[in-house]
């Protein structure tokens, strides 16, 4: 078969089962959109690039598939970076492609020439630079085998003009080679059999559950762990979904703005077993008081994840899936009465509260009646800040692949765009972007994108007129010197609006839940501006380098 | 301390930028860097001098290493019975006056003169670092125009793996 590279490329998408590019088109590119012209392969324009690897985010880690993301040379290769650095933090498995001077021109500082292979080096988990058509198709095929298995990422395959226009001899690969890719899945037997171990002699086990569980599809087993070792449970704001939010071992968010069940859980607990965490700084507070108690049972696909930033005592590396399957086979029931007790006592004791107000609409009313509306089932995607720890705290999630988020880069700006991407994944799920009115700014022209396909996309601003998180932080920590942080906004509603799009702004306290419903219940894209308590805080909350049971705001019941 | 690394990598563009962009951006250090192929014409080797703090250290960047798609193995010599080598290059003065002086130092070293001029000599030692150090505290007072280093390679005694 005689393809052109582009044809080839699009060839090879299919033979991996890509249902849709999210692009942008440029000059360099032109070759690759006639192909998707001709062919008729669906794409989802996006109004920047940065929109389109945001969307390829999020329809990655609603589906569970990979995302792929098209942008042509220069400017559009470099609009990728913050999307793929997103990715790469939160091991999204996404397929960027991007056009490129052709070869001859390459390192001339051609128009629109700009080394991405070598910019996104360090935000990537591997990358290509296509010298020659022929490889184009074995290229396809691993960077598909890097990004999805393993610890997943993103693979970014950089095409000159030349390559999409020259012409092969197609033939996809069957098989590949890559001496120095291994990625390892079964949990070494003798360190799972230590862990049975130091589960059985146990009095305070707790699992601390990160995004590994998710990618790994593991929440089955996570729950009939849980449930047959009587092991509470605490997440990572990842790994929200990876266990039901209404279970009675569930203890909620743990770390700076979690739950504080589960920080006290923590310190306490004398075997702590993370699956799929990577004891993140948000997560530890000050690393030397953290889980001082325990010993720690750490299960990672990633072997560098092991003891990078807290001592490790039984590390397990492995597929979260598999290790879990065979630590429950290998597990007799367990009772953890005196333990459940304390930490329900926690739970019930110092539950998270907010005060409602008269006049103003509390934004964590906002994500209860959300939640209320939606009966948990709904695609929750956020922005960064406030909204996102309001919608971690107060949401409960019921189904898995559901909490979509920027938690390792904290990405201003990434929640709506990802949300476009899970609706195309998802069209049959409610869709909602929880944001707040400085993040929707950062991609606020993909509102054009969400109308012009009609994706029922539901934006939700908790609109403060602030930098919230910001300005929480100059509140506690820099005695209110509030430098930059109050935001001129415009009429978020009217902005819609002039895209086509369905918007409402509601005030007062009574009219959130018939507003919100509204919403909720259009067929279409819609939007609702929330004006909000301005200088409502998150709580509680570890203050920096703090020990992550010493918190501020700790409600007593 | 210091460690020898023994990485084998697929012989791809790029895969040394790789390496020492993944030690910059991870702010451990590499005193030296050498690389070249080896008798399989897929495969290269590169042999990085490192400082590590300790064996937690050590362990971390060896597991970073082994992320790179394209790292086969990486192997520590630093604790196996390893001939160590690097190659230098002396550019040193040398008139009629010490001519004469200089070679006798090469001669001890078992260095040799591969370049000869009216005022200068270009002097090849091979050795380890050590050797290598103590010539050039020697030839420096002659005055050293002109100095190039290889980095070191390292090689594991068939006799300790067998």
Redesign the interface.
Known sequence: MNLTGAQALLESLRREGVEVIFGYPGGQVIPIYDAIYREGFKHILTRHEQGAVHAADGYARSTGRPGVCLATSGPGATNLVTGLATAYMDSVPIVALTGQVPTSMLGRDSFQEADI??IT??IT??NY?VKNVSELPRIIKEAFY?ATTGRPGPVLIDLPKDVSVSACVYSYPETLS????KPVYEGNVKQIKAAVAALETAKKPLIYAGGGVTISGAEEELLRLAEKAEIPVTATLMGLTAFPGTHPLFLGMLGMHGAVAANYAVTSCDLLIAVGARFDDRVTGQVSTFAPNARIVHLDI???E???NVRVDIPIVGDAKHILAALLSLLSAEKHEQWLKEVNKWKSNHPLVYQPHTDYIMPQAVVETILELTDGEAIICTEVGQNQMWAAQFYRFTRPRSFITSGGLGTMGFGFPAAIGAQVGNPERVVIDIAGDGSIQMNIQELATIASYQLPVKIIILNNGYLGMVRQWQEFFFEKRYSEVALNNPDFAKVAEAYGIKAYTVKKPEELKRMLTAVLNHPGPALLNCLVHPEENVLPMVPPNGSIHQMLGVGEV | MKHILALL??DQ??VM??VA??YS?RGYNIDSIAVGKTEDPHVSRITLVVEAENE?EL??IT??L???????KINDLTKDDAVERELALMKVSAGSANRAQLLQIADIFRAKIVDVSQDAVIIEVTGSEDKVEAIIALIKPFGLKEIVRTGKIAMVRSAVRS
Not at chain 1, 178 to 181: F, S
Not at chain 2, 66 to 72: A, M
């Open positions: 292979t070598g080096m360090p988990k591997h630079l890097i890559l001496p120095g890719y990633d072997p560098a092991i003891g990078k | 990598v697929v563009p790029g930028v790789r962009a993944l951006r937690a362990e971390q597991k970073q082994y992320k790179l798609v394209d790292v086969i």
